[in-house]
């Protein structure tokens, strides 16, 4: 099995970017898929963004589709979700997902355990 850590959130003001990471242990970060998703209070948890094992494809919600780009570097065994232009809406926990098979909206079998991101406007 592949675990997964994420790391990088915080509180920013609105306008502000961060990134986020995702690095992978026990199996190679290489043979998934992978995805970010978010989850705000009283809300469901939503798709953000997916690549593939390679990197060849991506996907993204619209909500933030030109302001948030996923990447890879599948040599460090890390994923990273870079948010510019952020938005109180953007405010929620996020979390890396990785699957063999699975990718886009899809579901996925191993999460991490999430990255709370605040936007104050």
């Known amino acids: 099995q592949v675990q997964l850590v994420e790391s990088g959130g915080g509180s920013v003001q609105a306008g502000d970017s961060l990134r986020l990471s995702c690095v992978a242990s026990?199996?190679?970060?290489?043979?998934?898929?992978l995805g970010w998703f978010r989850q705000a209070p009283g809300k469901e948890r939503e798709f953000v963004a997916a690549?593939?094992?390679?990197?060849?494809?991506?996907s993204y919600a619209d909500p933030v589709k030109g302001r948030f780009t996923i990447s890879r570097d599948n040599a460090k065994n890390t994923a990273y979700l870079q948010m510019s232009s952020l938005k109180s809406g953007d405010t929620a926990v996020y979390y890396c997902?990785?699957?063999?098979?699975?990718w886009g909206a899809g579901r996925y079998d191993y999460w991490g355990q999430g990255t709370q991101v605040t936007v104050s406007s």
């Open positions: 997902a990785a699957d063999l098979t699975q």
């Open positions: 026990g199996r190679a970060l290489s043979r998934y898929n």
């Open positions: 690549i593939t094992n390679g990197g060849g494809r991506t």
